[in-house]
């Protein structure tokens, strides 16, 4: 069982398992992954006839996901796949019905990076389109952070991340018209580190 799980999903991320589960990417086609690495959360998209698209900043990983995607799916051309930056997404306005980005935001280097990965994704969604977006906050973790700078912080696991709170992602989610159409989610990693799940639809 644990092997036929593995081949349906891969290695996805759980809390867009459970979006999957709820049905609610059922009408989507189009699917962008922004900073895909190497395919992890593509799995289910590749196997079950979406239209697949992934970019990352690393050659070496978009070669993976080229080779996964050809396997899983080979009527997808090769160049669905490219090598960019998620603030310069090669693609249209409003092309995509779903942009996955799954720990690429808090890679920002500070505040005017952090915006220009948010709205390069939003761009390329369609109206009514979903953004499923998980990243690092310091929601539960407030006082154990410390700030560097820029938006940065330095975080007790020792790693330094962007990090949004709450009041920023409610401000970003009113300021780009959107609606949330999950509830925003932290899991705190005994005070390790909190990662936030934040999934937007385009109005």
Same mark, same amino acid.
């Given at each position: 069982?644990?092997?036929?799980?593995?081949?349906? +999903?891969?290695?996805?991320?759980?809390?867009?398992?459970?979006?999957?589960?709820?049905? !609610?990417?059922?009408?989507?086609?189009?699917?962008?992954?922004?900073?895909?690495?190497?395919?992890?959360?593509?799995? &289910?998209?590749?196997?079950?006839?979406?239209?697949? &698209?992934?970019i990352?900043?690393?050659?070496?990983?978009?070669?993976?996901?080229?080779?996964?995607?050809?396997?899983?799916?080979?009527?997808?051309?090769?160049?669905?796949?490219?090598?960019?930056?998620?603030?310069?997404?090669?693609?249209?306005?409003? &092309?995509?019905?779903?942009?996955?980005? *799954?720990?690429?935001?808090?890679?920002?280097?500070?505040?005017?990076?952090?915006d220009?990965?948010?709205? *390069?994704?939003?761009r390329?969604?369609?109206?009514g389109?979903?953004?499923?977006? !998980?990243?690092?906050s310091?929601?539960?973790?407030?006082?154990?952070?410390?700030?560097?700078?820029s938006?940065? +912080?330095?975080?007790?696991?020792?790693?330094? !991340?962007?990090?949004?709170?709450?009041?920023?992602?409610?401000?970003?989610?009113?300021?780009?018209?959107?609606?949330?159409?999950?509830?925003i989610?932290?899991?705190n990693?005994?005070?390790?580190?909190?990662?936030?799940?934040?999934c937007?639809?385009?109005?």
């Open positions: 069982m644990q092997n036929n799980l593995w081949e349906l +999903y891969g290695n996805i991320d759980i809390y867009l398992f459970d979006q999957l589960l709820k049905g !609610r990417f059922n009408n989507c086609n189009k699917v962008l992954d922004a900073g895909c690495g190497g395919g992890r959360n593509l799995v &289910y998209f590749l196997r079950n006839g979406f239209d697949v &698209y992934g990352d900043p690393n050659p070496q990983v978009v070669k993976v996901v080229t080779e996964l995607a050809a396997s899983l799916a080979p009527d997808i051309p090769s160049t669905n796949f490219r090598v960019a930056a998620a603030e310069e997404l090669p693609f249209d306005d409003g &092309y995509f019905d779903l942009v996955i980005s *799954s720990a690429v935001l808090h890679f920002a280097t500070n505040a005017f990076h952090f220009s990965m948010l709205r *390069s994704m939003w390329v969604l369609k109206p389109g979903y953004l499923f977006a !998980r990243l690092a310091d929601i539960g973790i407030e006082t154990l952070v410390q700030n560097l700078g938006g940065r +912080y330095l975080l007790p696991d020792g790693s330094e !991340r962007f990090l949004v709170n709450e009041e920023m992602l409610f401000d970003y989610t009113s300021d780009l018209n959107g609606k949330l159409f999950e509830p989610k932290t899991t990693v005994q005070n390790l580190r909190c990662m936030t799940t934040w937007l639809q385009k109005v």
